[in-house]
């Protein structure tokens, strides 16, 4: 590696042309920051947590979460580019999201169905287990109790509480698809104009933000993937500079004025995200030849938790993350083999294939 491959600052575009990226250890990543997390949460030792310790702003959960929206944002929003097709569109996302979903909404009911003092049958067809089956399977509205599951943790009765997001992330994914459909995302001046129009709105009348629940957390996902959209539109006017990731890093860290970790923690971070995928001096190449188990790390991994929990009362943090990590990456490497590989396949069958897209 050398000082000019470490200085060099080619645009975006140059890079994103193929399949050369990190995109599936960023996100692996980021779902093993969510699980981090969640070991100190669902221990009730959230306050202990490393990344808060240092600086209250920040913790590891959100900061996956976060990584999570700007890559979902931009690769979005180049799958609609490389098709501009509303039914090619829909089916990538519904093959991509529902196959895992579905199987981590029964996996969730035969874990909280152990913990539960019910019989099997009478909790099978509880009304609760019925409407928590076909809510959290849609993915649009998320509800987090089955009757009797993990009364007695520390964080007491959620089973899946990681999910809250994908109904936020689909909502996202029905905005992107009418601005697509309007041709907004192919005149980027005008798309620019809506994402910076709608921030300054919601700035200023947060009340009529649209997506449920209304809050500064969910504000913020939003913005992020707005900013990894606009990433993808504006990829040819983007430098991707492997010093100004660092220097966006040290910015947070030292935190001036507090702005680096309140205002400008959103473009911050989403750069940082970008450089890390793409630039050549960072690329991971032999990471890409497995599977993608990410997003069933991110599924699985809560009722795995949650059951450990249950199971070994007294379990620190440290040692839960010990013993969910491989066990939710197994889960995760089976759900992608048996059930998400298989389906991606059919997308790539059935739709058309989109142009140089990760």
Known sequence: MTRASLLAAPRLAALANGRANNFDVLR???AGFVVLFHCYALTGRWTDEPLWRLAHELNFGAIGVKMFFVISGFLVTRSWLGR???????????????????????????LGGLSSPL?????????????????????WEMVYRLPGAFATNPFPHEVNGSLWTLPIELRLYAALLIAGSVTLLGRRWVWLAVVLGS??????????????????????????????????????????????????????????LGLARGTLLSPLLAYVV?????????????FNVGGDYSYGLYVYSFPIQQTLVERLPSITPFALFVLALPAALAVAAASWHAIERPALRLKARRLAPAKDLP
């Open 28 to 30: 692996l990543v980021a």
């Open 84 to 110: 501009a097709s509303a039914p090619a569109f829909v089916a990538a996302r519904v093959l991509r999201i529902y196959p895992a979903l579905i199987a981590a909404t029964l996996f969730t009911i035969a």
């Open 119 to 139: 019989a099997w049958m009478s909790f099978l067809t509880d009304p609760v287990t019925l409407d928590y089956a076909w809510r959290v399977a849609l993915g």
């Open 274 to 286: 970008l450089v890390a995928a793409y630039h050549p001096a960072v690329q991971w190449s032999r």
């Open 199 to 256: 921030v300054a709105f919601f700035a200023i009348r947060p009340e009529s933000f649209p997506l449920a629940p209304n809050t500064i957390v969910v504000r913020e996902l939003a913005l992020l993937f707005a900013l990894g959209s606009l990433a993808a539109v504006w990829h040819d006017a983007l430098p991707i500079s492997l010093v100004a990731a660092i220097v966006a890093v040290l910015l947070v860290a030292w935190n001036p």
